[in-house]
T-cell receptor
Framework: DAMVIQNPRYQVTQFGKPVTLSCSQTLNHNVMYWYQQKSSQAPKLLFH???????NEADTPDNFQSRRPNTSFCFLDIRSPGLGDAAMYLC?????????????FGPGTRLLVL | GDSVTQMEGPVTLSEEAFLTINCTYTATGYPSLFWYVQYPGEGLQLLLKATKADDKGSNKGFEATYRKETTSFHLEKGSVQVSDSAVYFC?????????FGTGTRLQVFP
């Protein structure tokens, strides 16, 4: 089945040690999103790519970066994780930027910062 | 700005009970509306959606009708199962971004 895949499902890192989370999709969608979701909260959009165009949310900390080397893959880099960055990170895709289009989510990567 | 308001949870029901989770929104224009479900430890799955007024989205026994006059998109199911226990998010899309409500946890007991 076509899908959004996130690896790993669980990631443990140390305070201040850079970490990369990955997302891939077989849907051939133009748009890919990264969300942060803390416990019992709604997902919070960090940034998105429309094709190669990067769009950062105004309140996304500089500590969070992203790369999209090709249509299928998108990476979330956390340069110096703090304890407050422990969360579920969700990747999502959509075919195009239109009101009626659905966003398709991956299973998420749960990040633990020690 | 645009926003979504959901009823506070948790909602606790016995199996086969009727479910309603209220969702109202504030938005200019004609947004699309969505319900997503999140099972423990998982990502979000689209449950249903509606893209214009009076549309009814339905899936797996769940239904929601886009009511522009009351700016609502309440989720209903006639007979819940234990397997429906999850967090339900109402969301709107008025630009290229999804705006989520805070989520409502549903707990169904046998």
């Amino acid at each position: 089945d076509a899908m959004v895949i996130q690896n790993p499902r669980y990631q443990v890192t140390q305070f201040g040690k850079p970490v990369t989370l990955s997302c891939s999709q077989t849907l051939n969608h133009n748009v890919m999103y990264w969300y942060q979701q803390k416990s019992s909260q709604a997902p919070k959009l960090l940034f998105h790519y429309y094709d190669k165009d990067f769009n950062n949310e105004a309140d996304t900390p500089d500590n969070f970066q992203s790369r999209r080397p090709n249509t299928s893959f998108c990476f979330l880099d956390i340069r110096s994780p703090g304890l407050g960055d422990a969360a579920m990170y969700l990747c999502a895709t959509t075919p195009r930027l239109a009101l009626q289009e659905t966003q398709y989510f991956g299973p998420g990567t749960r990040l633990l910062v020690l | 700005g645009d926003s979504v308001t959901q009823m506070e949870g948790p909602v606790t029901l016995s199996e086969e009970a009727f479910l309603t989770i209220n969702c109202t929104y504030t938005a200019t224009g004609y947004p699309s509306l969505f319900w997503y479900v999140q099972y423990p430890g998982e990502g979000l799955q689209l449950l249903l959606k509606a893209t214009k007024a009076d549309d009814k989205g339905s899936n797996k026994g769940f239904e929601a009708t886009y009511r522009k006059e009351t700016t609502s998109f309440h989720l209903e199911k006639g007979s819940v199962q234990v397997s429906d226990s999850a967090v339900y998010f109402c969301a709107l899309k008025n630009t290229d971004k999804l705006i989520f409500g805070t989520g409502t946890r549903l707990q169904v007991f046998p």
